[in-house]
């Protein structure tokens, strides 16, 4: 079972703090289905929830003190809610402080609130390309909105969630993964707007169709925070302000002639990929109300195929994941996520799960490659108080 008990986070909450948590709180990874490194150029996504979730049990104070653990580390991270700064801030509890401070610089007045106790508990792998940070992120952002009585909605706690990750963690990244755990629904993707940050909920109905995503977690393990994200985001934004535009969002594949004699090859390949993969998503909507997921697929490869040749944030492995799962039966198959690294998934008929999965175990092993983790994710809830 993926999904973490509340007792454990709960027991693990009680064992370091000697009382008992006033609630627990929850908030899942994601997957994106397609629209990839689109975000932060105002364009659109389509993540879903998945059914693997960050528990966070928490209690207040009676004075100004913040106590942090988890279950990744030993040590107890203590800091008094005055001092909470992004430079005072590393290591995985700039996650959750990071929200604390985010909540302050969002127009939250902090002087005067409780501080808290706070155990973290996850079953969102992490460096996967899955989320973990947007999970633990979005349960302590949804925790403290109760327990501080704040009021925020949903979309005003993802921006929180990005701020936190921008700025206490140092990933310069977009909006989607929190609003994926913030607003994921059941058996339903949720098609953002980046721009307007208009969301709709887009039901999947793979079950119905016989179809599961598989994830490939390909064990190369990525960081936002440094390497090649923010050099592909700085070229998206040298490619608009070449173009004259304010983001990618207002390119159209019909500008692209006009564009390749505008830009550097390499700046127009980038250009190219957000502009085509902006349509693949709006295509990707159209096909599923029309004619269903199992009839995705091919948008689900040239999603790759880009990401491999326009983009470039593909790696060997996750291009051997994606081959390999299609040529043993998925009907599409992509890198999901930021990329250099992380996790492929594979839209494929439950008949075929068992087959692609030796498959591209064996192909690992052939290449010699670490041992992929390989599993079936389902389109889920996002974040909930759960006691
Ligand atoms: C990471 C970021 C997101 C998004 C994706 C790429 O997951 O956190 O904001 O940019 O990469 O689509």
Redesign the pocket.
Known sequence: MSITPTHVVSTGFEERFGRRPDGVWSAPGRV?LI??????NEGF?LPFAIDRRTQAALALRDDTRINVTSTFSDETVSIDIADLDPQNLSGWSAYPLGIAWALGASGVELAGRPGFDLHIDSAVPVGA?L?S??AIECSVALALNDVWQLGLSRPALALVG?LA?NKAVG?P?????QSASLLGQADAAVFLDCRSLEAKVIELRFARAGLEILVINTMVSHA?ATGG?ADRRASCEAGAAALGVTSLRDVSSLDLARAADDLDEETFRRVRHVVTENERVLATIEVLDSAGARAIGDLLDASHLSMRDDFEISVPELDLAVEVARASGAIGARMT???FGGAAIALTPSAQIASVTDAVLAAFAAAGYRTPEIFTVTPSTGATRDA
């Open positions: 994106n629209g990839e490194h689109t975000d932060y996504v390309g989320s940070s947007a990005q990750e990933a990244t977009g909006i989607m993964d936002h994200y996520g930021g990329g």
